[in-house]
């Protein structure tokens, strides 16, 4: 992912926790803010609670390489923050992609199948 599709000030993050939706499932939380830039963009929080560094690391990697696999799919002008929940810790980068697709199904995100 460049620069430009990236989420890292903590005003953007607000400005997408206040205006946006929520949508959930048991492993993920979406935010959901559309805007009016002309590709989406992506911005990640997983704390402490999910595992130590390699494993917090490890599901950021999941996260990322799903989207970028997913992005011609999502709507292309919108702010997405994903928060990992601890569960996801334990998951594959298969279940991850599912999951994530299941709560972006859910969202209106992605179209469904």
């Known amino acids: ?11 953007e993050f607000q400005r997408v926790f206040k205006k946006g939706k929520s949508f959930a499932n048991r492993q993920f939380i979406v935010y ?6 002309d590709e989406f963009r992506l911005g990640l929080s997983v704390s402490k609670k999910v595992g130590n560094a390699v494993a917090r ?3 950021k990697r999941y996260i ?3 989207f970028l696999e997913l992005k011609d799919d999502l709507l292309p ?7 990992a929940r601890p569960q996801a810790a334990n998951l ?8 994530l697709e299941h709560v972006l199904k859910i969202a209106r995100a992605l179209p469904k199948k």
Do not use: C
Not at 32 to 37: N, R, V, W, Y
Not at 92 to 99: G, I, L, N, V, Y
């Open 1 to 11: 992912m460049n620069k430009q599709q990236r989420i890292k000030k903590n005003t």
């Open 32 to 37: 959901l803010l559309k805007g009016e830039q």
């Open 57 to 59: 690391n490890r599901v």
């Open 64 to 66: 990322r390489q799903a």
């Open 77 to 83: 002008n919108a702010d997405y923050i994903i928060i």
């Open 92 to 99: 594959d980068f298969h279940e991850s992609k599912k999951s």
